[in-house]
């Protein structure tokens, strides 16, 4: 009698189905954000330059340690001649884009357009929660003591007046409802001035 090699007397089981937990949200800081999306936009032109860098409110967070679920990051290309945005999300909350890096639409550049002034990386030395700590000190503080549940939101750009990148740290959901905003300096960290 031969036995054949390989052979088991096993029964075959089914494979155990592992369920997936879902994931809760990942909060990170405007930077960490903005390095998520650019190497996306490195694969959409060969010389990415972003002009602004943005938080997204979602119900992940009120944005009160300089993190949130949601980024968004407009980047010009020079060679292109045209703009696209990227949104890098952590988030499963229903009213967020779905996880991980998505591309908007691209968009003609003129570099004369003050909103779309570009600004080199390595200006970006203070992160957005190092933003908020600095803001918290200029009336945030006040803000967020008198009125917990005020979402604070952050833009990043370039003021060409001054000619420096600054973090805008918003406290309140929308234009209409701002609180207060205060610039601070994303190179040094410094405070700039309360816009509102």
């Known amino acids: 009698m031969g036995l054949l090699p390989g052979c088991s007397d096993q029964s075959a089981k089914p494979a155990e189905s592992v369920k997936e937990e879902p994931k809760g949200p990942e909060l990170v800081t405007g930077r960490s954000g903005f390095q998520k999306v650019y190497i996306a936009a490195r694969g959409w032109a060969p010389d990415p330059q972003p002009f602004r860098i943005e938080s997204t409110p979602t119900s992940d967070g009120k944005g009160h340690d300089g993190k949130?679920?949601?980024?968004?990051?407009?980047?010009?290309?020079?060679?292109?001649?045209s703009v696209k945005t990227y949104i890098w999300s952590g988030s499963?909350?229903?009213?967020?884009?779905?996880?991980g890096v998505s591309a908007g639409t691209e968009d003609t550049y003129n570099p004369s357009n003050s909103s779309t002034t570009t600004f080199d990386v390595a200006f970006l030395k203070v992160d957005s929660d190092q933003a908020f700590a600095t803001a918290q000190k200029h009336g945030g503080d006040k803000v967020l003591e008198k009125s917990p549940d005020t979402p604070v939101n952050y833009v990043c750009d370039w003021n060409r007046n001054a000619n420096e990148l600054v973090w805008h740290v918003i406290y309140g959901a929308n234009r209409e409802t701002v609180k207060l905003t205060v610039a601070v300096n994303a190179s040094s960290g410094e405070f700039i001035r309360v816009e509102k």
């Open 68 to 81: 949130w679920a949601v980024w968004r990051t407009g980047f010009a290309s020079p060679s292109r001649r």
């Open 92 to 99: 499963a909350a229903p009213d967020a884009p779905s996880r």
